[in-house]
């Protein structure tokens, strides 16, 4: 314990990305915070947290940074990059778990995803280098939650506000396959309401997490069409042409959506387990696209 009577909690990747934003304010009244990553974040200076400003793949010096901390917090992974960058940060994380093993750090929260098709589980840097990570935390000895949420949504999300702006800018919008496959899309400050109460749980083990309200993935682009006032109108191809036009936006340099996604989307595998909320009830996703749908008019929101 710190002199000043709170836990210590080591936020590794930040309170600047997507799921950071949203759990910096649950942490910041019960922890003392410590934040590892390369870029200031006002937010973080406003809460009082330490921040130590370094690439987490490159730090070889773990040991100083998690002396005095009670829990780990690991948000530090890409949506797309070369493999080699995942190689090297998967060994600075590494680098990491064995000075919270040596420093004997209570507890290590892992922010992880959903099982994909197994060619993409084999193959694909993003989750080879990941799954190893998960494997190697879990076999530490130190107390561990893995958490793999669902398809998330909520203020700055990569997919859901990008769909609706795409529906409302063009005539037709995508669908790959008959759009069957199923989706229960789980709201970002639910996953991080998880994660604090996590942060002081006891025991180890995999949480799977979904959002409260399962679609057909055409169900729920039905549903943003209507939020924004236009009659359904599909362009639709197969799911192996989805693939191939993402993966040719991909190489023009486009972060729309990448080749990896569409396929694990149209596997069906992102429903995961509905979680309870601890008797909160979970957001639902129709009013978070209501309150979207005027932005989109106005192009990427800034949230």
Do not use: C
């Not at 994380?93 to 099982?115: D, N, T």
């Not at 993003?126 to 190893?132: I, M, V």
């Not at 209507?226 to 340099?253: D, E, F, H």
């Amino acid at each position: 314990m710190n002199p000043t009577g709170r836990p210590r909690l080591l936020l590794v990747g930040g309170a600047g990305g997507f799921i950071g934003r949203q759990l910096l304010p649950l942490l910041a009244p019960d922890f003392e915070l410590r934040s590892v990553h390369r870029h200031a974040v006002a937010e973080e200076a406003r809460f009082g947290a330490e921040w130590i400003p370094l690439d987490v793949g490159a730090v070889d010096d773990w040991r100083s940074i998690v002396r005095g901390v009670d829990v780990v917090v690991n948000l530090a992974w890409y949506r797309w990059a070369s493999p080699g960058v995942f190689e090297r940060l998967y060994a600075g994380l590494s680098r990491l778990l064995r000075a919270a093993v040596a420093e004997q750090v209570g507890r290590f929260l892992q922010v992880s995803v959903p099982p994909a098709p197994e060619r993409l589980e084999l193959e694909l840097p993003y989750l080879r280098w990941k799954r190893r990570f998960d494997r190697d935390l879990a076999a530490s000895g130190v107390p561990w939650a893995i958490v793999r949420p669902t398809l998330l949504f909520g203020p700055g999300d990569v997919l859901l506000s990008v769909m609706i702006r795409m529906i409302r800018r063009y005539p037709f919008f995508p669908m790959f396959g008959d759009g069957g496959y199923r989706v229960n899309p789980l709201a970002v400050g639910d996953l991080a309401r998880f994660l604090r109460a996590q942060a002081t749980a006891h025991g180890s083990g995999v949480y799977d997490l979904g959002g409260p309200e399962t679609f057909r993935y055409r169900e729920l682009t039905d549903l943003m069409f209507r939020v924004v006032g236009k009659r359904p109108r599909y362009w639709t191809m197969t799911p192996r042409n989805g693939i191939r036009l993402a993966g040719l936006l991909q190489a023009m340099g486009s972060r729309l959506l990448y080749a990896y996604e569409v396929e694990w989307l149209a596997s069906g595998r992102l429903v995961q387990p509905v979680w309870d909320g601890a008797g909160v009830p979970l957001r639902r996703v129709e009013p978070y696209l209501r309150r979207l749908a005027p932005d989109s008019a106005r192009g990427p929101a800034t949230a």
